[in-house]
């Protein structure tokens, strides 16, 4: 147990590098979806900035920075200004309660690789991404704009739908679990099968919930194919018609860092976090966890790119239909499923 | 630790809010966020109680309020859009059709 | 771990639900009004926390502010507020709800004066890292029943939205 000093301090720092690396990561991923979908569709990307255009990143934060912030005079003001921080604190936040790896022993201290080991760890994360709706859906309103108030109104639908099959999806881990916290679920996926199968729960019957898990995921950070609420070519840009510079930077930021939340969450709870192969000598079987946990995330939001390189978008009728009607009772299904499989092998 | 007298005294306050706004506003939306206040207020007296006495019941209590809040606050507000499509108004004192 | 500054989040923590809880009410807009209920919610899922309640607050955020106050936000967008801003926002009904202030004032007088013999204070906490195990238990269990007609209370209010709201079933 560490003194009350010492556990701020370790805190302080922890939250300050995964800040850091969260902040790169959302840059870096905005530079990789540009570059991939670029070569998807036999452009090069951005190739001036720097060498392969990896200094891109930069350069658009500094675009972003020097542009004109724009107030439009018929907005209602204050929500206006507080929707993108809503937005980006909310989506922010969700990191805290994530675990990177096994705890790691400096000067003899135990400090777990996580700014916070929560007990109700999956519940704070599911909470903090429900309330980023917020930050569309009073962008939408306070921007006075039809547009605007359309991409909210879907916004808001869409992420409350979706929620639903996106919490029961999480369940059949949960049970297999027994717990909350995060890092007692990536513990529970340690080990193989028959000596090569890891026991990551993708393996473990829960493929159709990865399956619900991805297509909520897909719905609730909007993106394509499931990007209704910012639709280009029906609503200009949705909720973020009318913000400019900074404040749409946030917003921009805040949809980034989602993806990573849903990456990293997808990581722990179903491809085994940061269990791998473990090989070499010492100082190396201490970075491998960090190594395999960033190469499972990377490998999800190349899905996502990948997906929205090669999917149409979905009508708004179809995404609503394809959310209550097929993927609600399928979670449900695989709920029922799994608790019946758990208990008759218990 | 705060006593819980202090909890209750919190719990109290909001539910007063909550009757106040019930009361005096004249806007349906907010006169169900009043209620929907309310209930918070019984809220936290439940775990307050539970957290004082041991009993886990209260917090399991809290569960089957927030059920009623939630049932409550959908058939609410699709009252509210109905009553708004035929009458366009949010004002309770509109609403009258039944008094001459 | 074990609390710290208790006070401290607790003063903060109800300063911010009683502010969110007058704002809903003074607020003429009734989007600022449904902001100021969320801050209250969030404020009390804190409190649920300091009162060794952890699945109650993280359902109480999930539940009421990133659902219930979702469907307010909804459906303040779909009507026009612009003309009930204008009207009058308050009832003429002061009387009763003086009345009502009154009752509850010295309801909570009692209460304060009364506290010390009737909740002696009890330092023990509960225990918190089983708190959703014990509650699964209690809710399949003891309150079976009570659950099961909550599952059908959703179910009939789920068909009187719809009901109500579609315009052509």
């Not at chain 1, 560490?2 to 370790?10: A, E, G, K, R």
């Not at chain 1, 085994?272 to 190396?284: E, Q, V």
């Amino acid at each position: 147990m560490l003194s009350i000093q010492t556990f701020l301090i370790v805190a302080v720092i922890k939250t300050l590098i995964a800040l850091v690396v969260l902040l790169t990561a959302v840059a870096y991923t905005v530079w990789l979806e540009r570059k991939v979908v670029g070569h998807m569709q036999n452009r090069w990307g951005p190739t001036r900035v720097g060498p392969f255009g990896l200094l891109q990143p930069l350069a658009d934060g500094l675009k972003f920075i020097l542009k004109e912030d724009l107030t439009p005079p018929h907005v209602n003001k204050p929500l206006y200004i507080a929707a993108p921080i809503i937005a980006m604190v909310f989506a922010i936040t969700s990191i805290a309660v994530i675990p990177f790896g096994n705890p790691i022993t400096v000067f003899g201290k135990q400090i777990p690789l996580q700014i916070a080991d929560v007990n109700i760890g999956l519940l704070i994360i599911l909470g903090i991404t429900s309330m980023g709706v917020y930050g569309v859906a009073l962008a939408g309103w306070s921007s006075n704009n039809k547009y605007s108030l359309l991409g909210g109104l879907r916004a808001s639908a869409q992420m409350v739908s979706y929620e639903i099959s996106l919490g029961l999806s999480l369940i059949g881990v949960l049970i297999l679990a027994g717990s909350f916290s995060l890092k007692d679920i990536v513990d529970a996926q340690s080990g193989v099968f028959w000596g090569f199968i890891p026991k990551w729960n993708i393996f473990q019957g829960q493929i159709i919930a990865f399956f619900i898990y991805l297509c909520s995921a897909y719905a609730e950070t909007n993106r394509i194919p499931f990007d209704l609420p910012e639709a280009e070519t029906e609503l200009v840009a949705g909720y973020h018609t009318e913000y400019s510079s900074m404040k749409f930077a946030m917003f921009f930021i805040s949809e980034y860092a989602n993806m990573m939340t849903v990456a990293c969450l997808a990581t722990i709870l179903f491809l085994g976090g940061w269990h791998g192969p473990m090989f070499g000598p010492a100082l190396l079987q201490a970075v491998l966890p960090l190594v395999w946990f960033g190469l499972k995330v990377f490998c999800f939001l190349f899905l996502y790119i990948w997906v929205r390189g090669t999917l149409p978008r979905f009508r708004y009728d179809q995404l609503m239909a394809f959310g209550w009607k097929f993927l609600l009772p399928l979670a449900i299904a695989n709920l029922v499923i799994t608790a019946l499989v758990v208990a008759w092998t218990a | 630790m705060v006593p819980l007298s202090y909890y209750l005294m919190l719990s109290g306050i909001l539910f007063a809010c909550g009757i106040l706004g019930f009361l005096l506003k004249r806007n349906i939306i907010t006169i169900f966020m009043s209620i929907e206040l309310m209930l918070n207020g019984v809220n936290l007296s439940f775990v307050a109680f539970a957290a004082h006495w041991h009993a886990l019941s209260g917090q399991v209590f809290v569960f089957f309020v927030m059920v009623v809040a939630a049932a409550e606050a959908a058939v609410g507000l699709a009252i509210i859009i109905a009553v708004y499509r035929t009458r366009e108004t949010l004002n309770v004192d509109q609403v009258n059709l039944l008094k001459l | 771990m074990n609390p710290v500054a208790t006070p401290f989040f607790f003063y903060l923590l109800s300063t911010l639900a009683i502010l969110g809880g007058v704002m809903v009410i003074v607020r003429r807009n009734a989007v600022h009004s449904a902001i100021a209920l969320i801050v209250t919610l969030l404020s009390v899922a804190g409190l649920y926390l300091m009162l060794y309640a952890p699945f109650v607050a993280g359902v109480q955020i999930i539940v009421y502010a990133g659902g219930i106050m979702v469907l307010f936000l909804f459906v303040i967008m779909l009507v026009n507020i612009d003309r009930s801003m204008k009207e009058r926002a308050f009832n003429k009904q002061w009387w009763i709800a003086i009345a009502a202030a009154v009752a509850l004032g010295a309801l909570f007088v009692s209460v304060f004066v009364k506290s010390k013999g009737l909740f002696p204070e009890r330092g023990l906490p509960l225990a918190e890292e089983s708190n959703t195990q014990q509650i699964g238990l209690y809710l399949y269990g003891n309150y079976m029943f009570a659950f099961e007609i909550a599952s059908l209370l959703l179910l009939v209010a789920i068909i009187g939205a719809v009901v109500m709201a579609k315009k052509r079933i």
